[in-house]
């Protein structure tokens, strides 16, 4: 089993920065992607960043260029930076993995998820 468990969340000001982390427990050997998730009041959730172990990332078109990820594949964790951040982020941000590979080397296929961490940009 895996637990993902995020952090930073908060109140910032148009034009502000905030940076989230989330960091994996469990038995885990690596894991192939993580990422961030946001879903915003009666809307879908929807992808904001991944990035593989390999170093292969994907962005919203959205945040190109304002947002970073990064991850560190020792540490099983993964950071978003946000700058220059404008209301429409205001959302709740989900920690995301998937193909985790155990202690047991055994692969598997479930997506993981994090409880959420809020962000809200609001003057």
């Known amino acids: 089993q895996v637990q993902l468990v995020e952090s930073g969340g908060g109140l910032v000001q148009p034009g502000g920065s905030l940076r989230l982390s989330c960091a994996a427990s469990?038995?885990?050997?690596?894991?192939?992607?993580m990422g961030w998730y946001r879903q915003a009041p009666g809307k879908q959730r929807e992808l904001v960043a991944t990035?593989?172990?390999?170093?292969?990332?994907k962005y919203a078109d959205s945040v190109k260029d304002r947002f970073t990820i990064s991850r560190d594949n020792a540490k099983k964790s993964v950071d978003l930076q946000m700058n220059s951040l404008k209301p429409d982020d205001t959302a709740v941000y989900y920690c995301?993995?998937?193909?985790?590979?155990?202690?047991?080397?055994?692969?598997?296929?479930?997506?993981?998820w994090g409880k959420g961490t809020l962000v809200t940009v609001s003057s």
């Open positions: 995301y993995a998937n193909g985790v590979l155990t202690l047991t080397m055994v692969a598997e296929e479930a997506d993981y």
């Open positions: 469990g038995s885990i050997f690596s894991i192939w992607v």
């Open positions: 990035l593989t172990n390999r170093g292969e990332t």
